[in-house]
């Protein structure tokens, strides 16, 4: 089993940044590729963007965050971190971190479903 623990969320001004942390712990987390997802209120979980174990240029991210967003990973510390920047009030959702069995260094996923472990979520409200 692996463990993830999500932290860095919190409330910020429309266009200021915060940065989110997800620690994992448990069974070896090598071959883990990381993502991040968000769910707003009354809205669906939805893929923010993701990273590969192996290559740190494999990294994919959701139209809404591509080039406010940086998704990137420490495997020394087991953690992977989402840089976000020029946040805006439609940003505001719970973010979730999650991993998948990566059997092919290029190739990750950005469904939820084939996600195998999920963090608890920290919430991010970003205020107009």
């Known amino acids: 089993q692996v463990q993830l623990v999500e932290s860095g969320g919190g409330l910020v001004q429309a266009g200021g940044s915060l940065r989110l942390s997800c620690a994992a712990s448990?069974?070896?987390?090598?071959?883990?590729?990381m993502g991040w997802f968000r769910q707003a209120p009354r809205k669906e979980r939805e893929f923010v963007a993701v990273i590969s174990w192996w290559s740190d240029d494999v990294t994919y991210y959701a139209d809404s965050v591509k080039g406010r967003s940086t998704i990137s990973r420490d495997n020394a510390k087991n953690t992977v971190y989402l840089q976000m920047n020029s946040l805006k009030p439609e940003d505001t959702a719970v973010y979730y971190c999650?991993?998948?069995?990566?059997?092919?260094?290029?190739?990750?996923?950005?469904?939820?479903?084939?996600?195998?472990?999920w963090g608890p979520g920290t919430q991010v409200t970003v205020s107009s």
């Open positions: 448990g069974r070896t987390v090598s071959s883990l590729a």
């Open positions: 999650a991993a998948h069995l990566q059997y092919s260094s290029r190739f990750v996923r950005t469904d939820a479903a084939g996600y195998d472990y």
